[in-house]
C-alpha cells in the first residue's frame, strides 16, 4: 500500500515566499505530489537536512526539507542558477 507523503511548513515563511518569491510551498508540495523531485540532495550547509529540486514555472527551485517521524518540514523554498544549468535541459 503506497502511502501519500505529509508535508509540513512554517505559514508565515510561506507569506514571506509568496510576498517575495511569487512562490509558496503549496505550488513547491503540488510540484512534487504531480511530477516528483528532480533530485534529492544533501543540504551542503546542513547535515540534518536534505533538499528537493524541484521545476516549477520553468526555473529550477531548492527546497531544503527535514524529515520528522510522520511527515516532512519543508524549510524554505529557493531559485537556483547553478541547479538551472544542471537540470534544465533546453
Given at each position: 500500500?503506497?502511502?501519500?507523503i ?8 510561506n ?15 503540488s510540484a ?17 537536512q ?41
Amino acid at each position: 500500500m503506497h502511502n501519500k507523503i505529509t508535508y509540513n511548513f512554517d505559514p508565515e515563511k510561506n507569506r514571506k515566499l509568496i510576498e517575495v518569491r511569487r512562490i509558496s510551498f503549496e505550488k513547491i508540495i503540488s510540484a512534487l505530489d504531480t511530477r516528483g523531485a528532480l533530485d534529492v540532495l544533501m543540504n551542503p550547509n546542513y547535515a540534518h537536512q536534505k533538499m528537493y529540486v524541484v521545476e516549477l514555472h520553468d526555473y529550477i527551485y531548492l527546497a531544503p526539507f527535514v524529515e520528522e517521524r510522520n511527515y516532512i518540514f519543508l524549510k524554505k523554498a529557493y531559485p537556483s542558477r547553478k541547479a538551472e544549468k544542471i537540470y534544465l535541459i533546453d
